[in-house]
């Protein structure tokens, strides 16, 4: 297993089209979460999968966003219309289960991220 | 006021160093604690994990937890210009699947 991918590493579009990211998490975890980081800030929670089900999403994550986990494997995270302000890096992770955290260590696996500029 | 408080810096430090990073929240229901070090366009990568209060050492890392205080330190001893980067100190509750990070603290370690 070569860890959490994002794909692509960077993108820059013009203000208004659509942006759609990837990411393949690692195969054994059942959770993918998504987070925003702008520079000089940490990362920011957008929304969180269990298997293929998205538990929680933030109030960050506007109607323009849209993530998804079909079948429980990889995930896509899409922007539409897309403004200045979502130029950030976005963070894919994964993680194991509830049970599986307790005993074992419990943490993130991060991707490179996908950065994502908008012009 | 955010949830998790950290300086940003920059911190630097001779090598050879010991170096203290801290953070402060407000959430008492937070349960787990960690550190994530992230190099310049990297994603962030768990250093140490730490359940409740208490200490834990790995190599030349210690993380320690004050719940009481609801304050979290990472030390490094004998800091090297490799452990020059951002750490970014999280923690999440009892559902553990929301991490909240604090803005991260430069470290830049001199040669």
């Known amino acids: 297993d070569t860890g959490v991918s994002q794909n692509p590493r960077h993108k820059i579009t013009k203000r208004g089209q659509n942006v759609t990211f990837r990411c393949d998490p690692i195969?054994?975890?059942?959770?993918l979460y998504w987070y925003r980081q702008t520079l000089g800030q940490g990362p920011e929670f957008l929304t969180y999968?269990?298997?293929?089900?998205?538990?929680?999403k933030s109030r960050l994550l506007s109607d323009r966003f849209s993530a998804e986990r079909p079948k429980g494997s990889f995930s896509t995270l899409e922007i539409q219309r897309t403004e200045q302000g979502d130029s950030a890096m976005y963070l894919c992770?994964?993680?194991?289960?509830?049970?599986?955290?307790?005993?074992?260590?419990?943490?993130?696996?991060f991707g490179s991220g996908t950065r994502l500029t908008v012009v | 006021q955010k949830e998790v408080e950290q300086d940003p810096g920059p911190l630097s430090v001779p090598e050879g160093a010991i170096v203290s990073l801290n953070c402060t929240y407000s959430?008492?229901?937070?349960?787990?604690f960690m550190w994530y070090r992230q190099y310049s366009r990297k994603g962030p990568e768990l250093l140490m994990y730490?359940?409740?209060?208490g200490n834990k050492e790995d190599g030349r890392f210690t993380a320690q937890v004050d719940k009481s205080s609801k304050y979290i330190s990472l030390f490094i001893r004998d800091s090297q210009p490799s452990d020059s980067a951002t750490y970014l100190c999280?923690?999440?509750?009892?559902?553990?699947?929301?991490?909240?990070f604090g803005a991260g603290t430069r470290l830049f370690v001199k040669a």
């Open positions: 999968f269990q298997n293929e089900a998205q538990l929680e």
């Open positions: 992770a994964s993680s194991r289960g509830q049970k599986d955290r307790d005993r074992l260590n419990y943490g993130y696996t």
């Open positions: 999280a923690m999440s509750g009892t559902g553990g699947f929301k991490t909240i």
């Open positions: 195969s054994e975890h059942n959770r």
């Open positions: 959430n008492s229901a937070f349960q787990y």
């Open positions: 730490t359940y409740s209060s």
